[in-house]
C-alpha cells in the first residue's frame, strides 16, 4: 500500500525516525509502550530505507511503500528543525541497522517526543532495516 510523503516525516539522528500519520498498516502495529525509555523492537516488522522509495514490511499482507524521496526530512545533529535530504537519513538508518517507526493519527505541530511516546495511541518500534 502506498503512503503519501505528506504524511510521513523523516527525522534524523543516532536512531533515525519514521513518522507516519493515519498509516493503513497502523492498528496492525503493536501499540507502543517505551519502558525505561527502551524503544522496543517490532517483532515480525522490518524497513527498507532507500533514496526513492521506503517500504515498512510486516507480517503476512502488512506493509506500505512511502515515495521518499518526496517526504519531508528533518534534523541532523540533534536538531529536529533543521533541514536535511533523504540520503542523510539513509546513513542514519543505515549505521543504526534499522529506524524508529511511529504510527500517530496525524503528524504533530510541534515535536514533544515525550508526549507522542506516551499518548497511548501511538503504535510502532524499532524495526530493522534489509539489506
Known amino acids: 500500500m502506498l503512503l503519501e510523503p505528506e504524511k510521513t516525516l523523516f527525522v534524523r539522528g543516532a536512531m533515525p525516525v519514521l513518522l507516519l500519520a493515519d498509516a493503513p498498516v497502523h492498528d496492525a502495529l503493536p501499540l507502543l509502550t517505551v519502558p525505561d525509555g527502551a524503544i522496543p523492537l517490532c517483532?515480525?516488522?522490518?524497513?527498507?530505507?532507500?533514496?526513492?522509495?521506503?517500504?515498512?514490511?510486516?507480517?503476512?499482507?502488512?506493509?506500505?511503500?512511502?515515495?521518499?524521496?518526496a517526504a519531508p526530512v528533518v534534523g541532523g545533529a540533534d536538531d529536529a528543525t533543521a533541514s536535511s535530504d533523504m540520503g542523510d537519513w539513509c546513513a542514519d538508518a543505515e549505521h543504526a541497522g534499522g529506524a524508529f517507526v511511529l504510527s500517530v493519527d496525524c503528524l504533530p505541530e510541534t515535536f514533544d517526543w515525550s508526549a507522542l511516546l506516551a499518548s497511548g495511541t501511538a503504535h510502532g518500534g524499532f524495526m530493522p532495516a534489509l539489506a
Open 43 to 69: 517483532e515480525g516488522w522490518s524497513i527498507v530505507p532507500r533514496l526513492t522509495l521506503c517500504v515498512v514490511d510486516g507480517p503476512g499482507d502488512h506493509g506500505l511503500v512511502v515515495p521518499a524521496l
